[in-house]
T-cell receptor, first 116, second 111 residues
């Protein structure tokens, strides 16, 4: 149980376009979802925390107008990278928890974004 | 042996040996710690966790040790196998709404 999926698993887009990444909890309801970014050979950095039905909380330094997060249901959160640039190329990973952070986070497989 | 790469320290061990991966955490207020395993191109996989009221916890082939005095966490893997090759991250929780990941250690297992 506790499976989290992401779609797409990888995407290549042109500079200036927008890309949407989906994160789904397949067999449980996630009240909280987290979005992380990971550059090559580096650790995961939390970008934002989203609770179902409310606005996401962004970490310091993360542009909320560039990284749009929507958590419209208990099983789906989306991250849209708007006007993507090559420096946005990264591995984006989501995680989901059933009772906010105090519960274990289940991680998705990640989405590799390459902006050309 | 253990070496520091451009961004990621690497630990190389022979199959069958025990591995010890270390992590120094930063916040003395952290009360919950987790070790994750991440294979190339995949998301982190939960290995074992420990709360600050414990100093040792054992799982299947893995043991986590916590030394709050020096803010140090270690992961011991017994009888390391090729399938254990991955990057290992420790994570701490300085408060209830954030999970902070450490820099990670790459474990390479040689036959």
């Amino acid at each position: 149980g506790a499976v989290v999926s992401q779609h797409p698993s990888w995407v290549i887009c042109k500079s200036g376009t927008s890309v949407k990444i989906e994160c789904r909890s397949l067999d449980f309801q996630a009240t909280t979802m987290f979005w992380y970014r990971q550059f090559p050979k580096q650790s995961l950095m939390l970008m934002a925390t989203s609770n179902e039905g409310s606005k996401a909380t962004y970490e310091q330094g993360v542009e909320k107008d560039k990284f749009l997060i929507n958590h419209a249901s208990l099983t789906l959160s989306t991250l849209t990278v708007t006007s993507a640039h090559p420096e946005d190329s990264s591995f984006y990973i989501c995680s989901a928890a059933t009772q906010g952070f105090e519960d274990e986070q289940y991680f998705g497989p990640g989405t590799r974004l390459t902006v050309t | 042996g253990e070496s520091v790469g451009l961004h990621l320290p690497t630990l190389s061990v022979q199959e069958g040996d025990n591995s010890i991966i270390n992590c120094a955490y930063s916040n003395s207020a952290s009360d919950y710690f987790i070790w994750y395993k991440q294979e190339s191109g995949k998301g982190p996989q939960f290995i074992i966790d420990i709360r600050s009221n414990m100093d040792k916890r054992q799982g299947q082939r893995v043991t986590v040790l916590l030394n709050k005095t020096v803010k140090h966490l270690s992961l011991q893997i017994a009888a390391t196998q090729p399938g254990d090759s991955a990057v290992y991250f420790c994570a701490e929780t300085p408060n209830t709404d954030k999970l902070i990941f450490g820099t990670g250690t790459r474990l390479q297992v040689f036959p």
